[in-house]
T-cell receptor, first 114, second 114 residues
Framework: EAQVTQNPRYLITVTGKKLTVTCSQN?????MSWYRQDPGLGLRQIYY???????DKGDVPEGYKVSRKEKRNFPLILESPSPNQTSLYFC?????????????FGSGTRLTVV | AQTVTQSQPEMSVQEAETVTLSCTYD???????LFWYKQPPSRQMILVIR??????QNATENRFSVNFQKAAKSFSLKISDSQLGDAAMYFC???????????FGQGTTLQVKP
């Protein structure tokens, strides 16, 4: 089944403890992206990648890192999480021009930082 | 900077009736695409409909259709014959060619009353 898989689905962590949220797609998509969703703010783009080793900042990149060493994987790294990073996170991928086809989304990761 | 605005945080509709969700955007680009995504309580993001800015004809997908007013920078979603399964949060999104950028609005929660 074609899908975007992100793990974990739920995560509670403490301030300052480094964490990684994994994302993998099995559709051979070139584009991948991370979003965070907060009430009243919609989805905001954190980072996106147009191919292996090619990444760019979205609208809210502060406090996050990404890497794209393989086409299928695009992990999101929080080096020192803070409570304001408590949010619902989505990974997404697209086959070509995102603008034409939109993104296919994973199931989301609910992150709580205490 | 491009922005997408959904001014209706919540809407409700009677089952079998028609409802229209509003979306406006701001951009200086001439070539772009617009999308509506649905997010049911399962939190999965589902692409509902897409519109190319260069096409004057409004997109239609079964009971879902859009009213695209390019000069007014307006992109509303009409849901006909509303069903209980249409209850969800709906997001409007905007993107341009050859980038990984896709910008979302704040979302509108749609309630469907039996």
């Amino acid at each position: 089944e074609a899908q975007v898989t992100q793990n974990p689905r739920y995560l509670i962590t403490v301030t300052g403890k480094k964490l990684t949220v994994t994302c993998s797609q099995n559709m051979n998509h070139e584009y991948m992206s991370w979003y965070r969703q907060d009430p009243g703010l919609g989805l905001r783009q954190i980072y996106y990648s147009m191919n292996v080793e090619v990444t760019d900042k979205g609208d809210v990149p502060e406090g996050y890192k990404v890497s794209r060493k393989e086409k299928r994987n695009f992990p999101l790294i929080l080096e020192s999480p803070s409570p304001n990073q408590t949010s619902l996170y989505f990974c997404a991928s697209s086959s070509g021009q995102v603008s034409g086809y939109g993104y296919t989304f994973g199931s989301g990761t609910r992150l709580t930082v205490v | 900077a491009q922005t997408v605005t959904q001014s209706q945080p919540e809407m409700s509709v009677q089952e079998a009736e028609t409802v229209t969700l509003s979306c406006t955007y701001d951009t200086s680009e001439s070539d772009y695409y617009l999308f509506w995504y649905k997010q049911p309580p399962s939190r999965q993001m589902i692409l509902v409909i897409r519109q190319e800015a260069y096409k004057q004809q409004n997109a239609t997908e079964n009971r879902f259709s859009v009213n695209f007013q390019k000069a007014a920078k307006s992109f509303s979603l009409k849901i006909s014959d509303s069903q209980l399964g249409d209850a969800a949060m709906y997001f409007c999104a905007w993107g341009t060619s050859n980038t990984g950028k896709l910008i979302f609005g704040q979302g509108t929660t749609l309630q469907v009353k039996p």
